[in-house]
């Protein structure tokens, strides 16, 4: 696999308080990365860095070879990184609106064609593309999230917390249509405490306190008690399913 990010020695905070500490992590082409820790352990702030929400204390972040550590959020975005959040839904404009806007830097014709093909990906989002995105449910609201960051075409899909305030079924849903995507060459970075998205992750890296603490593939992680009981609340007998 060829490297598409990296991060080196990345620090980043609010005002006088410092939340990352020193972060190395890389995600290379067509693999699912999956950043696993509590609320609180810096993962939100990592990818606010990485998207250029943040700008980060020190450190760099490279992205298909290119520095990217000064750039600002669109030029990101224009090279191939997109970031699902549900805070970036606008709830008075409609599914199909939406989605037109996530496409908002690529040419019309390649908006119109992508936007067909993410209604194939989330029927029940074509079904409602007429209807204003506030009156989703929240599973729905997650799923128009998923399809505004791909309207983009990215090469890598950056999520914060995708199962969020969702049920068990819906966290399911997520978790089949990011399979999907998976299957299509699309790279993920997934920012999680919900251990169901082991099943999509080619390595697993563990976050606290704001530093990377392991790093390894999910069968890694099953196999040490240690880990399972300090990150997961996991047993000997508990299994997670990779």
């Not at 999956?34 to 490279?62: D, E, I």
């Not at 060459?185 to 082991?198: D, M």
Request: aromatic share 6%; glycine share 12%; proline share 3%.
């Amino acid at each position: 696999m060829t490297g598409l990010l990296r991060t080196e020695r990345l620090e980043a905070g609010y005002g006088t308080m410092q939340v990352l500490w020193g972060v190395d992590l890389n995600v290379s082409g067509n693999e699912t990365v999956v950043l696993l820790g509590s609320n609180g352990a810096g993962k939100t702030t990592f990818m606010k860095c990485l998207m250029g929400l943040l700008p980060s204390r020190a450190g760099t972040v490279t992205f298909r070879g290119e520095e990217i550590t000064g750039l600002t959020t669109r030029a990101r975005v224009e090279r191939g990184l997109s970031f699902m959040s549900e805070l970036g839904i606008f709830p008075d404009l409609s599914v199909a609106e939406n989605i037109d806007l996530g496409a908002l830097f690529r040419p019309r014709a390649d908006a119109k064609r992508r936007a067909a093909e993410l209604f194939e990906l989330f029927p029940v989002l074509k079904e409602k593309r007429r209807q204003a995105a506030g009156g989703l449910s929240g599973g729905q609201r997650k799923m128009l999230g998923i399809a505004k960051a791909l309207a983009a075409e990215p090469k890598l899909l950056v999520m914060d917390e995708p199962s969020a305030g969702l049920s068990p079924l819906f966290v399911a849903t997520v978790i089949r249509s990011l399979a999907e995507c998976r299957a299509g060459g699309l790279s993920l970075l997934i920012a999680e405490q919900n251990v169901k998205f082991l099943e999509l992750g080619d390595r697993v890296f563990t976050m606290e306190g704001g530093r990377v603490h392991f790093g390894g593939t999910p069968a890694e992680i099953q196999a040490d008690d240690g880990l399972r009981r300090a990150y997961f609340g996991l047993g000997q007998d508990d299994h997670v399913r990779a």
